[in-house]
């Protein structure tokens, strides 16, 4: 079982709609949890953290933090072409003291 | 959060050759790491970079291939020695930043995409 898995996409979306992308992980003493949005050719950018089991909102941005099911979800509300890129989750492994990263999703929002 | 530069940006080198990438922040850190990402692929832990004492390498990494250079706490060095094409991907340069409102986030470099011919 992979450390940190997300679905690979691509997850295409019509301009205007919800985008939502989805975490799994496995170490279950993990206590940070990070979005990074990867634009092709470009470094990552770290655009969401979440601590805490629920909700966090940033703009048109969402994070879900479910520790018990260990999920970790992102909402982008009013999809943009812009918002095309591959989404990275990664979760704080505090047992190895490194961040592990998911494969990404790619999002591809068309107009 | 921390500004991160890398030096190269890109380069293309022969086979058997080595080439160093630099890293440098506006801030002093604690924690720095190499990543790699190959073509495609999710990005990689190389190992991090411990200031005043030796780098700690990821399973499948090793000093011989990889050393790392961490005189100080705003700057880093990661070699690539006797290159393969296999070894190109791109390198990026990571820092930790530890703060009451912003616990364990990590901040990336612009990356070193490194062609091997």
């Known amino acids: 079982q992979k450390e940190v898995e997300q679905n690979s996409g691509p997850l295409s979306v019509p301009e205007g709609a919800i985008a939502s992308l989805n975490c799994t992980y496995s170490?279950?003493?993990?206590?940070?949890f990070f979005w990074y949005r990867q634009y092709s050719g470009k470094s990552p950018e770290l655009i969401m953290s979440?601590?805490?089991?629920g909700d966090k909102e940033d703009g048109r941005f969402t994070a879900q933090l479910n520790k018990a099911s260990q999920y970790v979800s992102l909402l982008i509300r009013d999809s943009q072409p812009s918002d095309s890129a591959t989404y990275l989750c990664?979760?704080?492994?505090?047992?190895?003291?490194?961040?592990?990263f998911g494969a990404g999703t790619r999002l591809a929002v068309h107009p | 959060s921390a500004v991160i530069s890398q030096k190269p940006s890109r380069d293309i080198c022969q086979r058997g050759t080595s080439l160093t990438i630099q890293c440098q922040v506006d801030?002093?850190?604690?924690?720095m790491f190499w990543y790699r990402q190959q073509p495609g692929q999710s990005l990689t832990l190389i190992a991090t970079?411990?200031?005043?004492?030796?780098?700690?390498?990821e399973s499948g990494f090793v000093i011989d291939k990889f050393p790392i250079s961490r005189p100080n706490l705003t700057f880093s060095t990661l070699t690539v020695s006797n290159m393969s094409p296999e070894d190109s991907s791109i390198y990026l340069c990571?820092?930790?930043?530890?703060?009451?409102?912003?616990?364990?986030?990590?901040?990336f470099g612009p990356g070193t995409r490194l062609t091997v011919l």
């Open positions: 801030s002093q850190v604690t924690m």
């Open positions: 979440i601590y805490s089991n």
């Open positions: 990664a979760v704080f492994s505090g047992g190895y003291n490194k961040l592990i």
């Open positions: 990571s820092v930790r930043s530890t703060s009451p409102s912003s616990t364990d986030t990590q901040y």
């Open positions: 170490d279950r003493g993990s206590q940070s």
């Open positions: 970079a411990n200031q005043g004492s030796e780098a700690t390498y």
